[in-house]
């Protein structure tokens, strides 16, 4: 490494005040790169991956015949993407904390909310792209299982498309609540998978508690997001679980980055 | 240009920062000095928009940073070059902030070549990056986009002799093209070759600030004798302190002409008169910086 010629770098003395702000889309774009462009970022989608053609072949070796349907590997392929996409929404949040990047994201954004805005954007983009991938990687299993004997059959109720593409925004969202409210990798990591079981077991096993569960326990009221056309009720009970698991961590969350202080 | 208006920043009882204001203007290059723990860098934090001041309040050509539509534009800043995610190469934490100012990913290239890292060095992770490497993705960073104004933290920490040398040049040459630079640093001698203002601050409190030469040739006079006791007694008489430095010299709070006149008249022999200059500037600032408690250190 030597030292190079001085920069010729012009210092322009533009208007402050004038300037554009930078748009939502392209902040966007950079809380998505951002997604990728680390070392973990890209395992954790190339895991996610190879997990999600991992459920086609198991599909495809081990289910019987007539289970061999775009359905079922459509269903369970969102598995893998559900579970993990949502490490990827806390790291979204936490790694600039923890890796300290969020001294030079505010000072090019210092409009934080706007910032978080983005990581909630790019959450959900990852979120559909993830379900289209999975959509993809079905039919071709699917393709395979027709020339395999399999069964084969295309159906897929049009809701279930809605309703499993809200189930992955749900969590990716659950996940970047988790890291802004915890600003912190592996305790956001660990609570985002303790804290709802630990509330599952204590609403199977605590009679009080089960009606409350019923309502409260997004592992339950997620479950009819697999099923075609869900009830008004089911609807209800998934809106008040969400609400406390996924918008209240969220709101508390962007409170607390827009207030801390970065240093 | 810089101002800066009565910034004060407390922490429960303690004052980090106390009635801080300066201003820095187009062409110049302002050293903010002070020892560690001094309020520097809170100071700098503040004017980004990173903390929030207690009271006062600071901008940037006349805005608030936080009312900056695109700041990367106007202001460089490089507050910590370790502040950057270890996982990601360097090429691509140039590519992002480039994305994020809505500028052309094809400057990255030339940009890392001009702070001295080579495609080899663009590749890798910061992981891998030397402090000394680092400073200079910093500085690369906070130069993308063709900023007017500089706010630099400690840059020289970390950099070889050499690279010192060229960071000087490219701060010197950004100046020169009516930029304005605010760089802070803990070491005088770091600053006086490149500064052409100082503002000295200590336990969050300004505790001088002028141009350079105005500052070095207040700092005192550097005076040696061959009759210590007889020149203390002298100095008593004209109601001044004196300062011993290691070498056997004194200090003296004024200027060499009113001290050569009292010597001869009091018959003092004198070996050595002359201005103090930065020797004296840093003798006067560790002096005012040196507080009965212990220097805690900045965060």
Same mark, same amino acid.
């Given at each position: ?20 702000r930078v748009?939502?889309?392209?902040l966007?774009?950079?809380?998505? +790169? ?72 505010f000072?090019?954004v210092p409009a934080r909310v706007r910032v978080m805005l ?91 508690? +089960? ?16 099923? +075609? ?29 827009l207030? +801390?202080?970065?240093? | 240009?810089? *101002? ?30 002070? $020892? ?6 809170? *100071? ?5 928009g ?16 936080q009312r900056?539509g ?157 009759? $210590? ?71």
């Open positions: 490494m030597t030292a190079t010629t001085p920069l010729s770098t012009v210092a322009t003395v533009p208007s402050a005040a004038a300037a554009h748009p939502l889309s392209r966007t774009l950079v809380e998505l +790169r951002k997604l990728a462009d680390t070392r973990a970022g890209l395992w954790l989608l190339i895991v996610i991956g190879l997990a999600t053609a991992a459920t086609s072949v198991i599909m495809l070796g081990w289910a019987d015949d007539s289970e061999q349907t775009f359905s079922a590997l459509y269903t369970f392929g969102l598995v893998p993407s559900a579970v993990l996409l949502p490490v990827l929404g806390i790291l979204s949040v936490t790694s600039e904390w923890s890796q300290r990047t969020a001294l030079s994201t000072t090019l983005a990581k909630v954007a790019a959450g959900v983009l990852i979120a559909v792209a993830a379900t289209v991938a999975t959509a993809v990687l079905a039919a071709v299993a699917n393709l395979v299982a027709l020339g395999t004997g399999g069964d084969g059959s295309w159906t897929l109720d049009p809701t279930l498309i809605w309703q499993s593409l809200l189930l992955q925004i749900i969590f990716v969202l659950m996940g970047n609540a988790f890291g802004a409210l915890l600003l912190n990798t592996p305790l956001a990591i660990v609570a985002f998978f303790a804290l709802p079981t630990v509330w599952t077991v204590l609403g199977d096993s605590i009679r009080a508690l +089960r009606d409350a569960a019923g309502w409260l326990d997004l592992n339950v009221t997620s479950q009819a997001l697999l099923e +075609r056309d869900m009830t008004s009720g089911e609807w209800a009970r998934l809106a008040a679980s969400a609400a406390v698991w996924v918008v209240l961590p969220l709101l508390l969350g962007t409170v607390r980055v207030r +801390r202080e970065v240093s | 240009m810089i *101002t800066v208006e009565n910034l004060t920043k407390t922490y429960g009882t303690q004052r980090a920062v106390d009635d801080v204001s300066f201003t820095c203007e187009p062409g110049t290059v302002t050293g903010f000095l002070g $020892p560690n723990g001094a309020g520097k860098s809170t *100071t700098m934090r503040m004017i980004c990173l903390t929030p001041p207690t009271t006062g309040r600071s901008a940037i050509d006349g805005v608030p940073y900056l695109n700041p990367g534009r106007h202001v460089g800043v490089l507050l910590d070059a370790s502040a950057q995610h270890a996982g990601r190469t360097g090429r691509e934490v140039l590519a992002l902030a480039a994305i994020t100012m809505g500028l052309d990913t094809d400057r990255v290239s030339e940009r890392l070549q001009r702070v001295g890292l080579n495609d080899a060095a663009a590749k890798r992770r910061v992981r891998a990056y030397s402090l000394g490497m680092r400073q200079r993705l910093g500085l690369a960073y906070a130069l993308i986009g063709d900023p007017a104004v500089l706010i630099l933290d400690e840059p020289a920490n970390g950099l070889d002799p050499e690279g010192i040398h060229w960071m000087r040049g490219l701060l010197r040459d950004f100046a020169d093209r009516g930029g304005t630079v605010l760089l802070s640093s803990h070491l005088l001698r770091e600053v006086e070759v490149i500064a052409d203002r100082l503002v000295v601050i200590g336990n969050g409190r300004i505790l001088t600030q002028g141009a350079k030469e105005q500052l070095l040739g207040a700092a005192g006079t550097s005076v040696r004798t061959m009759d $210590p006791a007889a020149l203390d007694a002298l100095l008593q008489r004209m109601g001044l302190t004196g300062t011993r430095s290691a070498d056997g010299s004194v200090l003296v709070p004024s200027d060499p002409q009113t001290i050569g006149q009292a010597a001869a008249a009091a018959g003092v022999v004198l070996l050595e008169l002359r201005p103090a200059g930065a020797g004296g500037l840093e003798e006067m600032f560790l002096r005012l910086t040196a507080g009965p408690q212990p220097e805690e250190v900045s965060r």
